[in-house]
């Protein structure tokens, strides 16, 4: 009799292990089926799910698409730099508090020089003594020359006299341009002029193509 319930218990056991199993094994990828089976004698058949691989964080230079510039937009602080950047040839401007919709064309000047005139404007408001600033040069012919300038200053009126050499293009409003063939003379430009500012503490060229 005793035989006969180990017995019973037994394939009770085994039945439910093999339900079990095979519900294990209906929600898995063929992949994770075959891992499961193939498993050593006396190891637990589990099915586990590989985690994404987590993206690295962006830096100054990468190209990003329209969602990975919204998730960086909202992840800046209030008073965070200014970032500009491509994605599939459409230019993003993105800051603390503002991300130029897309798509905005690589030629459409006068819309970059308003919208880049615009987030200067808010950075004087929302930041008007010190603090990091990025400016954008773009270039005067063809498809824009991107340039990254972070500066530094000690004043207000600093940023903007540097803003006349920052902001240029066809569309650039008069007397806040200056144009340049290419990206290497743009930066000579603001660098020679950024040079002759007392106030200036530093700077740094983050993009240039």
Partial sequence: MTSNTNRTARRIVLLS???LLAA???GCTPEARA?????PAGTTASATSTPAPTAAAPKPGDTLTGAQAVALRKSLPKNGDWVYTTSAGVNIMINSHELL????????SAQLAAAA????????????????????ISGSMGKPVVVIVRIW??????DAKVWRWAVQGPAAKPGLANRF????????????????????TKWEVLVAG
């Fill in 101 to 108: 919709p897309e798509p905005v064309k690589a030629d459409a």
């Fill in 24 to 26: 294990t094994l209906a």
């Fill in 153 to 158: 200053t000690g004043n207000d009126a600093g």
């Fill in 17 to 19: 292990a093999a339900i």
């Fill in 117 to 136: 005139q615009a987030g200067h404007d808010a950075n004087d408001t929302m930041n008007p003594t010190l603090g990091p600033v990025i400016k954008r």
């Fill in 181 to 200: 063939p290419d990206a290497a003379s743009a930066v000579a430009s603001v660098q020679g002029y950024i040079a002759s500012q007392p106030q200036t």
């Fill in 35 to 39: 891992a499961i089976l193939n498993k």
